[in-house]
């Protein structure tokens, strides 16, 4: 018996020395251990019972234990050892069970090592081979280390401080133990990160004002808006209506209707109107002197305002429609029949252009 648990408590103690590379702890489990140690009780050197005088011994316990979370367990712990008396080498058998609590901090490592302090209760029943026993009942403060050698081992090693609560007498103990976890919980694993591409910054294009403007193409709904006008919200350019009025005056000689070529340019400038204003009309009227009856002069009008008309149509391309005549004979004189001079300015066509257009709005300065 002896030999095997001295076996046991050599293998707990130097297991840390064989340990492999550490593992992570779980956040909670629970435990079934061995445990090995050695007991130091030259504090109760000449107390007053036998069994109270033992010496250094080796024990061998089990442990059970129970991590509720990474700061603090739970120890429940039943041991046996077989030490003699100091004073006269009798033979005792040990059996002590013990109950404690442990606080670990939750992530301060030492090389992979977890440190851990304690506090607990010890109750000791003590039997000496030739009759005789005693119960003691103990304090016991306790630190150490731990670690993790495999998914499901945990290795540990420390020291306890047991005091001896009716002599008051303390006993050091060294121990090392070997514990396999069950019901292990461990965090839970963290989302995975998805990297989310940024969206490229759209390129912003300032809006195109093709005419210049001032409305933004998408808005314009008159794109070709001439430059410098003035325009509505939509871009399209603010009109004027005004009135035209053209007056052109072509002389005939005495008693003729032929127009003389000197003043085709003169109607060309009054076909350019027509034409710049396509919805316009002319009313060309005939004049005569005061030389011949008064009927006769009134034909006489009425055929040079048709010879005009003749020259508009057929020189210049203005459509008949837009051009109406009149005799007005000799009743409007503009200057005396009594001289040459004065029946030669009466002797005249005069056009007289009418009609509405829109002339575009343009901004100051344009």
Same mark, same amino acid.
């Given at each position: ?126 039997? /000496? ?29 420390? /020291? ?9 007498? /303390? ?196």
């Amino acid at each position: 018996m002896r030999k095997t648990l001295s076996t046991a408590i050599t293998a707990a103690l130097f297991m840390p020395l064989i340990a492999g590379a550490s593992q992570s702890f779980p956040i909670s489990y629970s435990s079934v251990g061995v445990e090995g140690s050695y007991v130091d009780s030259g504090n109760s050197d000449n107390k007053g019972s036998v069994q109270d005088n033992l010496s250094n011994y080796f024990e061998g316990g089990l442990n059970v234990t129970h991590q509720f979370n990474p700061t603090f367990s739970v120890l429940l712990q039943g041991s046996y050892a077989e030490p003699e008396t100091r004073t006269q080498n009798l033979d005792t058998e040990l059996f002590r069970g013990s109950l404690g609590a442990r606080l670990h901090p939750g992530k301060f490592r030492l090389g992979g090592w977890r440190p851990f302090g304690g506090a607990g209760y010890s109750y000791t029943d003590i039997d /000496v081979d030739q009759g005789g026993g005693k119960t003691e009942d103990a304090i016991y403060l306790e630190g150490g280390f731990q670690r993790m050698v495999a998914p499901r081992f945990m290795i540990e090693t420390g /020291v306890r401080a047991r005091t001896e609560l009716e002599e008051g007498y /303390v006993d050091g103990q060294y121990f090392a133990g070997i514990h396999y976890l069950f019901g292990r919980e461990f965090p839970a694993a963290p989302k995975p990160v998805v990297a989310v591409q940024p969206k490229p910054e759209p390129v912003v294009r300032p809006p195109m004002d093709t005419d210049g403007d001032g409305v933004i193409d998408d808005l314009d709904k008159c794109p070709d808006t001439p430059m410098g006008a003035l325009v509505d919200s939509d871009g399209c350019p603010k009109e004027l209506t005004k009135d035209i009025k053209e007056t052109l005056y072509v002389e005939f000689d005495l008693d003729k209707t032929e127009v003389k070529p000197q003043f085709y340019p003169e109607i060309g400038e009054l076909a350019k109107v027509l034409k710049q204003y396509p919805t316009s009309t002319i009313l060309l009227e005939g004049h005569t002197d005061s030389t011949g009856s008064a009927s006769y002069n009134q034909q006489l009008s009425k055929s040079r305002a048709d010879a005009v008309m003749k020259v508009l149509i057929d020189r210049f391309s203005i459509p008949s429609t837009r051009i109406s005549t009149t005799g007005m004979g000799e009743s409007q004189p503009i200057a005396s029949n009594a001289t040459v001079e004065g029946r030669a300015q009466n002797r005249r066509v005069e056009a007289i252009v009418s009609g509405e257009y829109s002339e575009i709005i343009k901004n100051k300065g344009s």
